[in-house]
């Protein structure tokens, strides 16, 4: 193996950029060259790329965002996007590729590998933290940071004006972040899509605290974890019990900024590991890391588990939030 690409793709995450970093210095190390493919699998099929060393990727370790830049291509989802895109890496003297993403990231890769037969490993690099084969994805803790900052300013407000506010937090399809968020921002209720909750429920648990003497309340909500977001919660929560509420969505800004010390150091890893993998060898897997141990799990396995939330932690909010 002489030459490896490493690409971004799918939403950005906080330590995206320590991840290529890490590629492409252990790439060097190894006496491999390394070269950067923009824009993801859209990149891919411009023939976007550009030669990374050692220097090129100084002072992005500490930089949200990604500097190779990332998008969600449609094209690449046809055939003859891939075929495209197969021929550029071809054309570039590619033996291997690298892709840093999450599970939409990692479907392409495996195609890419099935019908073109380019050796490809993968670094989980989305806030979600919705993939298995992993216990954290890059982006995941910062993501979190940055939301529980947000929850604490907006609890200050809360208890001053003796409010019930409702906080939606990202996630897609996955409650881990609100978990997360609602346990360590104290939240009266953690609304998931791994155990949704009528509003009938939610209004009678903010009555309670409310009957026990909590002045004011925060319910953490997880986009997936109601139909129509928080908004829609709220407003069927008024509906059904009179309790009137203010709802703040925190969107994008959980996406961006300075990645903290447990994303760097992860990322640093995983993407040092993605070198380490591919030179030994393995192709089609997703690198990741369980209990502390950097661990291989084949893309599909990755896609195709599910990651459940931790049933203990989420039982532990709901004692303390008494
Ligand atoms: O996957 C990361 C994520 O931020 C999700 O939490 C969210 O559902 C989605 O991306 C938003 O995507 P976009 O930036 O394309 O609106």
């Given at each position: 193996m002489k030459r490896i690409g490493v690409f971004t793709s799918g939403g950005d995450a906080p330590g995206m950029n320590a991840a290529i970093r890490a590629v492409v210095r252990t790439g060097t190390a190894h006496g491999l060259e390394v070269i950067g493919i923009r824009r993801g699998y859209a990149g891919m099929i411009e023939g976007d790329f550009v030669p990374l060393g050692p220097r090129d990727v100084?002072?992005?370790?500490?930089?949200?965002?990604?500097?190779?830049l990332t998008a969600r291509s449609a094209?690449?989802?046809t055939p003859e996007g891939r075929a495209k895109a197969a021929e550029n890496l071809r054309r570039a003297g590619l033996d291997g590729l690298v892709c840093i993403g999450g599970d939409g990231s990692y479907r392409g890769a495996l195609k890419l590998l099935e019908e073109h037969h380019i050796p490809v490993v993968g670094a989980p690099g989305t806030i979600?933290?919705?993939?298995?084969?992993?216990d954290f994805t890059i982006g995941f803790d910062t993501a979190v940071n940055t939301a529980l900052d947000a929850i604490d300013r907006i609890r200050d407000t809360a208890a001053s004006h003796e409010r019930v506010f409702f906080i939606e937090v990202m996630g897609r399809h996955a409650g881990f972040i609100a978990l997360e968020v609602g346990i360590a921002g104290g939240a009266e209720v953690i609304v998931l899509p791994e155990d949704p909750l009528p509003a009938s429920v939610c209004a009678e648990v903010i009555s309670q605290s409310s009957a026990k003497g909590k002045r004011s309340s925060i319910v953490v909500v997880a986009?997936?974890?109601?139909?129509?977001?928080a908004e829609a919660l709220a407003r069927d929560v008024k509906a059904c019990s009179g309790i009137e509420a203010r709802v703040t969505v925190?969107?994008?800004?959980?996406?961006?900024g300075s990645p903290t010390a447990i994303d760097r150091v992860l990322a640093s890893r995983l993407g040092a590991g993605c070198v380490d993998a591919l030179l030994s060898g393995a192709s089609g897997v997703a690198v990741g890391e369980v209990d502390g141990e950097i661990r291989l799990t084949p893309f599909r396995e990755a896609v195709e588990r599910r990651k459940d939330i931790n049933r203990k932690k989420y039982e532990l909010a709901k004692v303390l939030a008494l």
């Amino acid at each position: 193996m002489k030459r490896i690409g490493v690409f971004t793709s799918g939403g950005d995450a906080p330590g995206m950029n320590a991840a290529i970093r890490a590629v492409v210095r252990t790439g060097t190390a190894h006496g491999l060259e390394v070269i950067g493919i923009r824009r993801g699998y859209a990149g891919m099929i411009e023939g976007d790329f550009v030669p990374l060393g050692p220097r090129d990727v100084a002072n992005t370790l500490q930089r949200g965002g990604t500097i190779l830049l990332t998008a969600r291509s449609a094209e690449f989802k046809t055939p003859e996007g891939r075929a495209k895109a197969a021929e550029n890496l071809r054309r570039a003297g590619l033996d291997g590729l690298v892709c840093i993403g999450g599970d939409g990231s990692y479907r392409g890769a495996l195609k890419l590998l099935e019908e073109h037969h380019i050796p490809v490993v993968g670094a989980p690099g989305t806030i979600d933290n919705d993939l298995y084969g992993t216990d954290f994805t890059i982006g995941f803790d910062t993501a979190v940071n940055t939301a529980l900052d947000a929850i604490d300013r907006i609890r200050d407000t809360a208890a001053s004006h003796e409010r019930v506010f409702f906080i939606e937090v990202m996630g897609r399809h996955a409650g881990f972040i609100a978990l997360e968020v609602g346990i360590a921002g104290g939240a009266e209720v953690i609304v998931l899509p791994e155990d949704p909750l009528p509003a009938s429920v939610c209004a009678e648990v903010i009555s309670q605290s409310s009957a026990k003497g909590k002045r004011s309340s925060i319910v953490v909500v997880a986009e997936g974890g109601y139909e129509g977001g928080a908004e829609a919660l709220a407003r069927d929560v008024k509906a059904c019990s009179g309790i009137e509420a203010r709802v703040t969505v925190l969107g994008h800004i959980q996406r961006g900024g300075s990645p903290t010390a447990i994303d760097r150091v992860l990322a640093s890893r995983l993407g040092a590991g993605c070198v380490d993998a591919l030179l030994s060898g393995a192709s089609g897997v997703a690198v990741g890391e369980v209990d502390g141990e950097i661990r291989l799990t084949p893309f599909r396995e990755a896609v195709e588990r599910r990651k459940d939330i931790n049933r203990k932690k989420y039982e532990l909010a709901k004692v303390l939030a008494l």
